[in-house]
């Protein structure tokens, strides 16, 4: 099989195949792994720091002289409403409280959100190769001037619409995130429920409609979800949820044995968490969030407000009240070194493509 095509010549990258920017998953060790093993790997900074971002950036730089893509969000910072702010407060104070949960809950007036505004110049300064983005497009100008400095840019389109408005903005390829995926989807158009596309519904829409080359997210797990979504039409994958429970994964221990003992059915869409619609396995504190009947705040407010109870749930081991963000494939991923996984997959789609055409073979002769 030929690997060669619009992506790897677009990245520089031998395979087409990205690993999925997953915050609080990805490492830059992973992020390393998978670029020094011919694929593009890919750093989240979205909402850290410019001194984090920059921190990273120079650790994957010492893993890899290899491309890699840094992930940034692309939204707009919502201004607080007090009222509804106090209320989920309240509500998350009893309920922390009643689960010996220590919760120390935010001022709303000492919050500090960083958005790509602080990150930009990081990334030019630092010359990294490719860009990437989700829950908005960037502005024209910074468009540019990612462009002029010779980065590719790759958006994420949960409709045809989105991916009609990210090909008009000249970025390079569009990530087609399927409702499989795990995470938070890239939706911006919507202000309700967010598109709900299957990958292999969403990619060939897409492909009748833009003109960019398309990577398929969601759902891809090995050889055959690959080469299913390539000869839909896509140029590329993004791998996310085989990732989670590899060497490299930051994922607590919890999170890496609930989602391997999880079905498929588990993986819930949510956006009590983060204010942001995810798919995750549910949790007691998902489900109290929505019996409770108080409105979710917009990310990242609600994020910053149920961020104590998650963070003291992963140091204190109580899966229940952790974030366990997976996709519908989650349970298949393994415990392996992340450039073995991403072999395996490579191999697996080998194999899928020459059965593909011995197949074809066979019938033409008939």
């Known amino acids: ?187 911006f158009l919507t202000e309700g429920s967010p598109p709900m596309i299957g990958t292999m519904s969403l990619v060939p829409q897409l492909a009748d409609a833009i003109r960019r080359p398309i990577l398929a997210a969601g759902g891809i797990c090995d050889g055959s979800t690959m080469m299913a979504a390539m000869m839909l039409g896509a140029q590329g994958v993004q791998i996310g949820s085989a990732f989670l429970v590899c060497n490299e994964s930051s994922a607590p221990n919890a999170h890496k044995h609930r989602i391997q003992n999880a079905a498929s059915n588990e993986a819930v869409l949510t956006k009590n968490l983060s204010g942001r619609w995810a798919r995750g396995i549910e949790t007691k504190l998902m489900r109290a969030i929505s019996a409770s009947g108080i409105a979710t705040l917009p990310y990242p407010v609600q994020q910053s407000l149920t961020a104590p109870i998650r963070s003291f749930a992963q140091q204190h081991d109580l899966p229940d009240y952790q974030t366990m963000w997976a996709g519908q494939s989650a349970s298949r991923a393994v415990r392996r070194p992340a450039a073995a996984i991403f072999q395996s997959i490579l191999e697996q789609a080998q194999a899928a493509f020459e059965q593909v055409e011995k197949h074809v073979q066979v019938r033409d002769r008939d």
């Not at 709303?108 to 860009?131: A, F, N």
């Open 1 to 187: 099989m030929k690997w060669h095509n619009k992506v790897t010549s677009l990245l520089n990258i031998t395979y087409p195949a990205v690993q999925a920017p997953m915050l609080g998953i990805t490492t830059p060790a992973m992020v390393a792994a998978i670029s020094n093993a011919g694929g593009l790997g890919s750093l989240p900074v979205g909402g850290l720091s410019p001194d984090q971002t920059l921190a990273l950036i120079r650790e994957v730089k010492a893993l890899t002289n290899k491309p890699f893509a840094v992930n940034l969000f692309a939204h707009t910072i919502p201004t607080v409403d007090q009222v509804a702010f106090g209320a989920m407060k309240e509500f998350l104070t009893a309920f922390a409280a009643e689960h010996g949960i220590a919760y120390v809950p935010p001022v709303p007036g000492q919050l500090r959100y960083y958005t790509y505004h602080d990150q930009i110049e990081i990334l030019i300064s630092e010359k990294i190769p490719v860009v990437s983005f989700t829950f908005g497009i960037p502005e024209d100008d910074h468009i540019a001037d990612l462009k002029n400095r010779g980065a590719r840019l790759i958006g994420t389109a949960t409709c045809v619409e989105e991916a009609l408005l990210l090909d008009n903005k000249f970025v390079d390829i569009i990530t087609a995130q399927g409702s499989e995926a795990g995470g938070h989807r890239g939706t």
